[in-house]
């Protein structure tokens, strides 16, 4: 063995071990720490998906162009650079290794490890640029010595894989043990050739000592990454892999329950309130702020920012879980509290649930249930929450709903409109139950939504019935602001009443009725429809007819977090719309990517006093498109944007109608 052969292999299994021992205690902190358990269920055809999607092809990076093609070439230039490291490696431990496979599969891995080499450190270029001098907002506070440091590693590998290279097409190193790539044809790798015409002429001794010297650099900086990469922000690149692969199979919209009989800690008060996926998510986090960049509170001036609660909760991890591990992990250590320690109780509270933090994130973390985790430990542990929060709960405890409303007049809205009522007729035969929820039931604005959809639900003959005073709330304010106890008083409440009236089949106005009914309510068998889909349907079928387009005025639509975002209804209200008129334009922010109208997550009970409120932001981009009408398919939604209207001066100018009011006034008769 050379002596070089000798210094490279001891360098090697010093930067192997640093990294094994980073690894093993990683691993040590998800095995030891956390005593919430989580179960994976196998899903392999899915996940196999998912590791080619979003792991090979990057695709939830391209959500945002510039950023996801930036990332994906990177990402793609390490994956054709393996090749090349994997030979340089083992020939500068064995000189005598020949790489295995030859002909045109040898060119062509060659080339295209040439080919990436130069886009690789034009992308470090273009992100430096990104970063310090364009100044892209989701990088700010997350551009120190790391990023640089990271970025500065990148490039030296590639401009040192070129020079190598061009020293081998000069014939500079033919004879040097270690060298690779020998006898390639130049035009394989054409633009180590090209660096190859513009370096100097050298002669042998020179060419010798700086292919020795370049040699070394680029087997240094390579150790050096291995080492530091499980120390740095760079773990995601061993983390977010096994995170994507091994992603929550639960629907979006779901929320994991709590069993109150047998689990005795409640939410997530300390880092042992996490399970071993959340610290996967900890760990995978790529700091690249896509999450931030796209929250409703962060772009309207509020302190929450997802992509801090992940990196503050890591940080955290990272230091009360080394001296835990020191310390032989001791029954009597005490972990900080992180609602209201690491973790602001303001950022918590300002969360809107609209997992739109979910949505961008390319490696898959879910923020929201983690924010919903620790609300739970405030509101389950502490009795603690916004003052306007806990009057809804007690409001929901007496009243079975938001509101102080008396439940015997629930169905006040439908007066006059020959609407069956379980309530007052249980012998009622339907084939649909409309869940007309809280707001339609009591708010006057949303009451007009009701009466529209009844409209429609009787000129297209459905057969269907309301509960009436026996309808409750859905129990969604109550579990996304966490009182999990009183979400599931109200749940199995409602699914006593529709095992009463054999519900099979329930239509709601209400997408976070519509979600939860959906995907939390377990125990029965329901096909929840959205009212969107049903109309939808309806037109399809030729039960209802409507008017000549109308195009007089311009259309826009608000799609709903908890209908497109969680639940993936964005069609079905587009394509009723478009039958109703051709002069619609979509706002900057719409379908999967739509803003928050900012009442989810029980935020439409709590006052907004932080920055811009989110309503107003959202009725903005509809008057820069200089829409006249904002069609919603959501009581929470219409609320919001249409006091966003009033209070910003805009009554005149925008009017918002939910997509049933809209339908039903232009029915044929």
């Known amino acids: 063995m050379y002596l070089f052969s000798i210094i490279v292999l001891i360098f090697l299994l010093i930067s192997l071990g640093l990294f094994l021992f980073a690894i093993y205690k990683l691993l040590w902190y998800m095995i030891k720490i956390p005593q919430k358990k989580k179960e994976i269920k196998p899903n392999i055809g899915w996940r196999i998906y998912l590791g080619f999607r979003n792991v090979i092809f990057q695709g939830k990076l391209f959500k945002e162009t510039s950023g996801g093609i930036l990332h994906a070439l990177m990402f793609w230039g390490f994956l054709a650079f393996a090749f090349y490291s994997s030979d340089l490696l083992i020939t500068s431990l064995n000189p005598s290794f020949v790489f295995p496979i030859h002909g045109v599969a040898e060119y062509a891995i060659f080339f295209t490890v040439d080919l990436f080499a130069v886009i690789v450190a034009l992308d470090v270029i273009y992100a430096v640029y990104r970063r310090w001098i364009k100044k892209i907002k989701r990088y700010q506070g997350f551009n120190g010595f790391e990023a640089a440091f990271i ?45 190859s015409r513009l370096i100097p002429h050298l002669n042998g001794p020179e060419a010798s000592v700086l292919y020795w010297i370049i040699y070394s650099i680029h087997i240094g900086v390579f150790l050096i990454f291995l080492a530091y990469i499980p120390n740095s922000k760079h773990l995601h690149i061993v983390a977010a892999p096994f995170n ?52 409703p509170a962060n772009l309207t001036g509020k302190t929450l920012s997802p992509r801090s609660i992940i990196w503050d909760i890591r940080m955290d991890l990272m230091q009360e879980g080394e001296e835990y591990r020191k310390r032989g992990a001791p029954s009597d250590f005490t972990f900080k509290e992180i609602p209201g320690n690491v973790i602001s109780e303001e950022d918590l509270w300002a969360c809107t649930t609209c997992s739109a933090c979910v949505e961008a994130c390319p490696v898959m973390i879910n923020h929201v249930d983690k924010i919903i985790e620790m609300r739970r430990s405030l509101v389950l542990n502490k009795g603690s929450a916004p003052k306007q929060v806990l009057e809804m709960y007690r409001n929901m405890e007496s009243y079975g709903s938001p509101w102080a409303n008396d439940p015997s007049t629930r169905a006040a809205w439908a007066e006059g409109l020959n609407v069956p009522d379980l309530s007052k007729d249980p012998e009622t035969k339907f084939e649909y139950l409309f869940w007309v929820g809280c707001s339609a039931s009591y708010d006057p604005r949303n009451q007009e939504i009701a009466r529209s959809f009844v409209e429609i639900l009787n000129s297209a003959g459905v057969s269907y019935a309301i509960l009436g005073s026996q309808e409750t709330c859905s129990g969604d304010p109550a579990r996304r602001s966490g009182n999990e106890y009183l979400a599931q008083m109200l749940t199995n409440n409602n699914i006593e009443t529709f095992k009463k009236y054999n519900v099979k089949k329930i239509i709601t106005i209400c997408p976070h009725c ?49 209908l497109a975002r969680y639940n993936r209804v964005i069609d079905a209200p587009r394509e009723i719309i478009l039958n109703l008129t051709d002069n619609f334009q979509e706002m900057e922010m719409n379908k999967t990517k739509a803003l928050c109208c900012g009442a989810g997550g029980a935020r439409m009970w709590m006052e907004e006093n932080v920055g811009t409120k989110i309503s107003h932001a959202r009725i903005e981009q509809a008057d820069k498109i200089n829409a006249s009408t904002v069609i919603t398919a959501c009581p929470y939604c219409m609320t919001m944007l249409d006091d966003a209207r009033k209070v910003t001066n805009r009554e005149d100018k925008i009017k918002v109608k939910d997509i049933a009011e809209f339908v039903a006034e232009n029915l044929k008769n």
């Not at 069993?259 to 986090?285: M, P």
């Not at 005025?553 to 709903?560: C, N, R």
């Open 151 to 195: 970025l500065a590693l990148i490039e030296t590998l590639m401009i040192t894989y070129l020079l190598l290279s061009a020293l081998r097409i000069d014939g500079y190193t033919k004879g040097i043990p270690g060298s690779i790539m020998e006898g390639l044809p130049p035009t394989v790798t054409p633009f180590s050739y090209l660096v």
């Open 244 to 295: 994507v692969l091994l992603a929550d199979d639960k629907p979006r919209g779901a929320v994991e329950p709590i069993d109150f009989e047998k689990q005795t800690r409640f939410g997530a008060t300390d880092l042992r309130d996490f399970s071993w996926k959340d610290y996967l998510d900890f760990y995978s986090c790529t700091e690249c702020g896509r999450c931030t960049a796209n929250c």
């Open 514 to 562: 519509f979600n939860t009914f959906k995907n939390d309510y377990k125990g029965i068998d329901l096909e929840v429809i959205h009212h969107t889909e049903l109309i939808d349907e309806l037109l399809k079928s030729g039960k209802i007819k409507l008017q000549e387009k109308k195009n007089t005025e311009k259309f826009t639509y608000h799609d709903s977090c908890y």
